[in-house]
């Protein structure tokens, strides 16, 4: 076993000559797993085994702290007040501001609105982006992978100005079909927008190479990187992208604040979201001077002990060292994936190359409702369902299915107890 | 196993999910129903045949899990030849003992054979798979829900 260290910051370090838990050697894991109160709960009197952080992931002591201290030491409204806390309140929030765009590498601080989450931000898109932009006869381009967040506000604005929603397809592997997408981005194309990593298949798509071809045909991209956030390095300049979507909560920071990412000259020129105090210059009843982004898109009160606490996500992320994460989290996934094929009657769904933290399947004549609810009793917390992705279900062929999702405390034996479980399912229904 | 799964998941209710009774489409069906739960995507279509104001003849298709297909197999097996006002005051007792568990309401010997689905209570994110198919028999039965369809009472 890996010696206890008693300070509760993440910062990995090099663990020499020895595994830990599982995984690569580099990677402290009871360290991290320590970071994470909840990990410590039992469930049904069993130890937790949390292998649903696709749906939310938990959160780290220094998030439940940061938010803490903010609410206990430096409350008070942003933006507004000249006196002492509002000071204080004000530079925690924007603090979180500039640690997000350090986190995406975007290139500009007022790049980065706040809003509720990944849904709220591809909302504000259609609703300010697209009312301006897509016209009747105009086209927008998903693809058959999407979360329901990024099809119907597309499909409300297609419906309210006349447009089309068109469809990239998918392999029976759960990979993008580039060609086809190219195909399909045409002079009506306004807009692409398409998941960095899929919350059912675990796909990571190729988000430089649609840039590309969306770019070239002069269409906007939108990246839905809600999944892929918490487990990958997230470029904004380098992926080239006009916007990017992130909530907070699965990448280890509170609910109700995400990050809406817009390349500076598309956020001046687009019109506000909501209309309230904080996105305006000046106001008169004959007429109102708006705000300069980000400002703009961020009317009332935000959530401020929410951006505080995603801040403190950003740290605690910044704290580990990505290649090493990037390898603990790929071997456990690679672990899961071998030790799930060889249970009896199990289909992996989504076996794209290219992968993050998802695994997908369907067991023969077991409802996965059946198989959450048994796992659940042995302490194994997964999720069942058509996870938002309706669609996607039709293209599989499966009316729903069972996914283990993996985060940085994710271990080899995390798996080993679902695959166990899964053996009490089949007793159940043998 | 736990008791609590072992009273969930009865012989009865994984012989009923496993070889549904009734699971067929149903000619001659003077009412129709189909019930959706959008959490979880269960879908399922009744076929209810009333004749001289009783269920002569009822079925059920569709895609769900072990409890949700048990139920609806159970339900039908249990309704035919029920008056409709019959059948729905047994919902109105299966729904209390779903809910609220076995008491003095409601014993599991009032609902005869559907006193297996009696584990259900203990089980609350699962109650909606037990009674999805009672609130579409009651939708098929009441003609409220906005899908229903009466196919067979037209003029073909």
Same mark, same amino acid.
């Given at each position: 076993m890996t010696e206890v260290q008693t300070?509760?910051?993440?910062t990995a370090r090099i663990v020499h000559g020895q595994a830990g838990r599982s995984?690569?050697?580099?990677?402290?894991i009871e360290r991290v797993r320590r970071d994470f109160p909840i990990l410590r709960e039992h469930v049904h009197g069993k130890p937790l085994v949390y292998l649903d952080s696709a749906a939310t992931s938990q959160k780290p002591q220094a998030v439940i702290d940061a938010m803490s201290h903010f609410l206990l030491k430096e409350n008070a409204n942003v933006h507004r007040g000249v006196h002492y806390l509002a000071e204080r309140a004000t530079d925690a929030y924007e603090g979180a501001r500039a640690r997000v765009q350090q986190f995406l590498n975007?290139? @500009? #601080?007022?790049e980065i609105v706040f809003v509720r989450g990944t849904t709220e931000a591809i909302n504000l898109v259609a609703q300010t982006y697209g009312k301006t932009h897509v016209g009747a006869d105009d086209e927008v381009l998903i693809t058959a992978m999407e979360h329901h967040s990024n099809i119907v506000p597309w499909q409300m604005l297609c419906e309210e100005k006349g447009a089309r929603l068109r469809v990239a397809p998918i392999t029976?592997?759960? @990979?993008? #079909?580039l060609s086809e997408l190219e195909k399909l981005i045409g002079p009506k194309t306004k807009l692409v927008a398409v998941t960095h990593v899929s919350n059912v298949l675990g796909t990571v798509n190729p988000i430089r190479q649609v840039v590309e071809m969306a770019h070239a045909r002069g269409a906007r991209v939108l990246v839905d990187g809600a999944q892929a956030a918490p487990h990958l390095r997230v470029d904004v300049q380098a992926l080239g992208c006009d916007f990017y979507a992130l909530s907070g909560h699965k990448m280890y920071g509170p609910t109700g604040i995400g990050v809406l990412y817009g390349r500076s000259e598309l956020l001046d020129e687009m019109p506000p979201y909501q209309g309230g105090g904080d996105m305006i210059l000046s106001v008169s009843f004959e007429k109102t001077v708006y705000n300069k982004p980000p400002g703009k898109f961020e009317a009332g009160t935000p959530n401020m002990a929410g951006a505080v606490g995603l801040g403190a996500a950003v740290d605690f992320l910044a704290s580990l060292e990505r290649d090493a994460l990037s390898a603990h989290e790929q071997d456990v996934l690679d672990y899961g994936i071998r030790a799930l094929a060889e249970v009896p009657g199990l289909r992996l769904i989504g076996t794209a190359r290219g992968k993050a933290s998802v695994i997908c399947f369907v067991l023969d004549e077991v409802h996965p409702h059946d198989i959450g609810t048994i796992l659940d009793r042995e302490g194994v917390a997964i999720r069942t369902g058509h996870h938002c992705a309706q669609p996607l279900m039709s293209r599989l062929g499966v009316p729903a299915t069972a996914r283990a999702s993996l985060a940085c405390y994710s271990t080899r034996q995390d798996i080993d107890a679902l695959v166990s479980g899964l053996g009490k399912v089949r007793e159940v229904f043998r | 196993m736990s008791a609590e799964l072992r009273d969930l998941y009865q012989e009865v209710i994984i012989d009923h999910s496993k070889q549904p009774r009734n699971f067929r489409k149903l000619e001659g069906a003077t009412r129709t129903a189909e019930g959706f739960n959008p959490l979880c995507g269960d879908q399922l279509t009744l076929y209810v045949k009333l004749a001289d104001g009783v269920i002569e003849d009822i079925a059920f298709q569709g895609a769900g899990c072990a409890i949700s297909k048990a139920s609806a197999s159970l339900m039908t097996a249990a309704l035919k030849g029920k008056k409709p006002e019959e059948a729905l005051a047994l919902f109105g007792r299966v729904h209390i003992l779903l809910t609220e568990g076995p008491s003095a309401t409601v014993k599991p010997e009032d609902v005869g054979k559907l006193? %297996?689905?009696?584990? %259900?209570?203990?089980?609350p994110m699962r109650v909606k798979c037990a009674t999805l198919a009672w609130h579409t028999l009651r939708s098929a039965l009441e003609g409220t829900a906005g899908r229903i369809s009466t196919e067979g009472e037209g003029p073909d």
């Open positions: 300070n509760s910051r993440a995984g690569p050697a580099d990677f402290d975007a290139k @500009e #601080v007022h029976d592997a759960g @990979e993008l #079909v | 006193a %297996v689905l009696s584990g %259900v209570w203990e089980f």
